[in-house]
């Protein structure tokens, strides 16, 4: 049989048959109980009983119309749920009487069945034909007049998001809510300009304005008006000062949370409760209450994190009192969810986490194990939250691209550490003219000085020696325009088709139509230091199902030498600013991006490693490399090597 409810076409129908029959009982089947019965289960199903004679227990006469306003009733919640009805055998007669056990088998949200037997009853006293004996224990023997069954909800436990150690990210941790309540407040002016004055010590900005007229509109004076939601750690700064203050109110709760609010927050995404759209679009999984996780790795997982609410059924009941009694009929448990295993790493996340915070431009920082491709940082400043740009922006690359280039270049031996490389200050392409950062002029230099001091003439003078298959070859090798799987949004990169001299120009020094993320650089920088491509990883459990195959080992004849250069970067180049960092040695390449044509804004990078740490900053419209980039750097670098 279909599975449909008794809603929707079902009613619409027999609505209509009803006004064309005025309401009144239909004739009944004098071909025997069985044809009466089928046709009852058959119109319970459809939403149409009109081929139904039906009387009360008592004998009296009730139309179908009525019988089907009662079924709709007592279904309650589960009118609109899928229902299978079979009988069990033939209907058996004594007389005038007839009975009948009915399977009944709903489907309740999210696909959990529920069936039970029903017994029904047929009578063809004072008629020519059987007629269904209406009781609200037809649709459950303890169902009564004026009973609904009705569902409830129960959601699972949240599992938490791991990191590389196994031990929680994201878990459940202590929050106060700050409120206000009407009945306290004696001077609303003066509460909501000391309560702001107060949450900006923490660097907590709420709309007080929208508070004042929640606080206006409230119909008890007694209500509790939420202002904003703290960490423990955080009220705990500010308890006695906003616990003075009149009219204030708290709530003591817990919530799912990274160690800290900018912690990977655009990475992790939050966890919320659910939103309207949230239970339109999973009418059947969520209820109103329920945590959902919303951006980022919260809401990619958020079924397995969430797990599967259990749920009941129940007949509610009014009671005397004019109170709602719940009889327990079936129920299901909640099932956990299953945590998600990240490759994060804490001490390395918060290093990250406060060196862009101190950038007052959209900032990001992505940083790499070197030694099996891990990314163990995602850092987007200067708040942690928004775009994750650290993960899926997609902006020019600028001179950090001359990594990539000078491989190409190495590869093709068109190039050694010492040739001499012209630097002039400015250089013409097919008409369209290029020039240094700083209207720089270097002359005929070794091209390991081109590198160090960041000449973009040079490069353009060596884009022929590349070419566009060298670029592409070059990118490849270092996994740049790959298609990357690690269980979350990422951008690995588009190559330039460098097809014409003018692109191919711009192409080798990070410009034209590539575009990169921080998280592909830092896994480009991640391979060139080891020597060899493996696609960074992220999402641990479960595994992403698609990763990037390994690339080939970089030929040491070109790797030592861009070694070399990447250090000298720092020594003696536009990444001095790192010389002095704490710990082992600094390698690495400034970048200057150029983003819009007719513009001076530029976004500054740094791509490079210490030790078994490879990274990539970006700051957008943050000027020269040097300038923005590497101090956020050395702050990172200095707080690792603490």
Not at 13 to 37: F, Y
Not at 102 to 119: E, M, N
Not at 457 to 468: D, E, I, Q, S
Not at 484 to 507: C, K, M, R, V, Y
Request: with cysteine; charged share 25%.
């Amino acid at each position: 049989m279909p599975r449909t409810g008794l809603s929707g076409r079902g009613s619409a129908a027999l609505a209509t048959l009803l006004l064309l029959a005025g309401g009144v009982t239909a004739c009944s089947s004098s071909d025997g109980p069985g044809q009466t019965l089928d046709d009852f289960l058959k119109g319970w199903r459809d939403g149409d009983l009109s081929r139904v004679g039906f009387v009360t227990a008592d004998g009296a006469k009730i139309s179908a119309n009525d019988v089907f306003t009662e079924l709709q009733g007592l279904s309650g919640d589960l009118k609109k749920s899928s229902l299978l009805l079979a009988a069990q055998g033939k209907p058996k007669e004594t007389g005038e009487i007839a009975s009948s056990p009915v399977k009944v088998d709903w489907t309740l949200p999210g696909g959990t069945s529920w069936s039970y037997q029903s017994t029904v009853r047929l009578t063809k006293r004072d008629s020519d034909g059987w007629r269904i004996v209406w009781e609200p224990s037809v649709v459950h023997s303890q169902l009564t007049a004026g009973d609904a069954l009705e569902l409830r909800h129960k959601s699972a436990d949240r599992a938490d998001i791991l990191g590389a150690d196994g031990r929680p990210i994201v878990t459940k941790r202590d929050v106060v809510t700050i409120g206000v309540t009407p009945l306290r407040i004696t001077d609303q002016a003066a509460l909501m300009k000391d309560l702001g004055a107060i949450l900006k010590s923490v660097d907590v900005d709420v709309d007080l304005k929208a508070v004042q007229e929640r606080v206006k509109n409230a119909t008890d004076d007694g209500a509790f008006i939420d202002v904003v939601t703290l960490r423990r750690t955080d009220y705990n700064k500010i308890r006695n000062r906003v616990r003075a203050l009149e009219g204030t109110v708290f709530q003591e709760s817990k919530r799912e949370l990274a160690p800290s609010r900018p912690f990977a927050r655009a990475l992790l995404g939050t966890v919320d409760t659910a939103t309207r759209e949230d239970l339109d679009n999973n009418p059947d999984g969520l209820r109103e209450g329920d945590q959902v996780g919303h951006g980022g790795l919260q809401q990619r997982y958020d079924a397995q994190l969430r797990g599967t609410a259990g749920q009941s059924v129940v007949i509610a009941r009014r009671t005397p009192d004019d109170q709602i009694e719940d009889s327990q009929l079936f129920s299901t448990e909640p099932v956990a969810g299953n945590p998600v295993k990240t490759t994060l790493d804490i001490a390395t996340q918060n290093a990250a986490d406060r060196a862009v915070a101190l950038e007052k431009q959209p900032s990001a920082l992505v940083a790499v194990r070197i030694s099996d491709s891990s990314v163990v940082a995602v850092a987007n400043g200067p708040d942690g939250g928004g775009v994750d740009t650290a993960m899926s922006g997609r902006v020019p690359a600028g001179s950090t691209f001359k990594m990539v280039s000078a491989l190409g270049l190495l590869d093709k031996k068109a190039v050694t550490l010492d040739a001499a490389v012209d630097c002039p200050k400015t250089k013409t392409v097919d008409g369209r003219q290029f020039k240094n950062s700083h209207d720089m002029v270097l002359g005929s230099v070794p091209f390991r000085v081109d590198f160090a001091k960041s000449c973009n003439t040079a490069f353009v003078n060596l884009a022929p020696k590349l070419g566009a298959d060298g670029l592409r070859d070059a990118a490849a090798k270092l996994g740049l325009g790959a298609k990357w799987d690690l269980g979350s949004e990422a951008f690995s990169g588009e190559i330039s088709p460098a097809d014409s001299p003018t692109e191919l120009a711009a192409a080798t020094f990070g410009q034209g139509a590539t575009a990169v993320s921080p998280l592909a650089m830092a896994g480009a920088t991640a391979a060139v230091a080891r020597g060899q491509f493996k696609q960074p990883r992220l999402v641990l459990d479960p595994a992403p199902p698609a990763p990037v195959a390994d690339g080939p080992k970089l030929a040491e004849t070109s790797i030592q030498p861009l070694h070399t250069m990447m250090r000298e970067v720092v020594t003696r180049g536009t990444g001095e600013g790192l010389a002095d960092v704490p710990g082992k040695p600094v390698s690495g390449k400034t970048g200057t991006a150029e983003f819009k044509d007719g513009e001076e804004a530029t976004h500054a990078w740094f791509v490079g490693w210490q030790g078994d740490i490879a990274f990539a900053v970006m700051v957008q419209k943050g000027g020269a490399g040097a300038e923005a980039a590497v101090p956020i750097a050395e702050r990172f670098l200095t707080a690792l090597n603490r």
